[in-house]
């Protein structure tokens, strides 16, 4: 579970975009919102998710023989650290909760109508329990054989798609107001731009911690880039009226796709590996939900917590958002702000606190006497 395994800067960029990727086109809630304009609430939150991660990266830098949870201690000293770290833990919970709640609630509404959702949940819990046991290092290296199935089978449903769209469904711009647009951003940033702080605590892992930023930078670039994509041919294929009613608008347009007269169905392959995705999502979050309890409690070995932990997942799944409507709300009016103490506030406090820190050794070393 917790290993020592290193993995490189690589394969973390390459975990970051499937840990962003995975159902981040499910609902398009700010394209719902914002509608033509949604490119530029997009972008407003792929920014955001670079700054912050810039911010992390920086920490990380600062203190290269400690993790990132351990850098909190340093910085914010003892308990002070530990309630920081108890936000993060309730936040990997939040978000896990809202992964496992919106993956049952597609599968049981467009997929298996008779199968119920905890009985998906528990399945979920237990691969992702499995997982840990082998490892980050098997984590990264099925995300890497994974990946490319990926990009192909996204890019041929495109292509198809895109022959639905006769005109540019991001045109006319500028027909939202301003704060339609930056909610439109938090909402961005809240689901899915800003759960990329969650590699902030995986950054003591990476052996090369000088070129982590680059690859970070350009998985959240990428994950921008698909779900824009999505946004574009959802709107061009369905209609910005017909994707505000539909509750899975990107499904119901690559529902569209037929290869002839005979083959039908493509979409099943990719809610395949949006599943595997959502997959990685949840075991990244288990796995550093893991890392933060050992530093909070100070536990030595974390092995006999992940099926207790996996377990208090599914028993918050099951109790939380037990109507669609629920998950949708809280998407939309709550996560946006409960999200931006753990994404933005600490890590801004983080950074403040470093180049405080760095400016007192520079004025201790310039004042120290020269022997």
Known sequence: MTDPEKINHGQLGFLCFSFLSGFSTLFLIEAKLVKQDVWMSNLLAIVTSIGVLWLLTFVQSQHPQLSMVEA???????????????IYLIYFLETGVLAYRAISWFYTTAILPNTAPNVLI???????????????????????????FFIVCICIVSLFILREVEINPFLPMLQSKLSVIIYGGMLSFGFP??????FGFLLSRVKNIKKTFVNLA????????????ASYLTFGALGIHLTKLSAF??????????????????????????????????????YVFLIVIKQVFKIKETKPFIIPTGLLFYALAQISYTRMMDLAAYDFKILPFSSLLPTVIIPVLLTLLTLVRKRQRSMQDQASPIS
């Open 72 to 86: 909190f201690e340093k910085l914010l000293g003892k308990w002070f650290s530990k309630l920081a770290l108890v």
């Open 122 to 148: 528990i399945l979920i819990v237990l691969v992702s329990s499995y997982s840990i046991y082998l490892g980050l290092g098997t984590l990264v290296r099925t995300v890497q054989f994974i990946l490319p």
């Open 193 to 198: 731009f800003g759960k990329a702080v969650v």
């Open 218 to 229: 350009a998985a959240v670039v990428l994950s921008g880039i698909y779900l824009l994509m």
């Open 249 to 286: 608008p990107f499904f119901t347009a690559i529902q569209l796709v037929k290869f002839g007269e005979y083959m039908e169905r493509i979409e099943i392959l990719i809610i395949a590996i949006w599943t595997i995705f959502t997959l990685f999502e949840l075991i990244v979050l288990h």
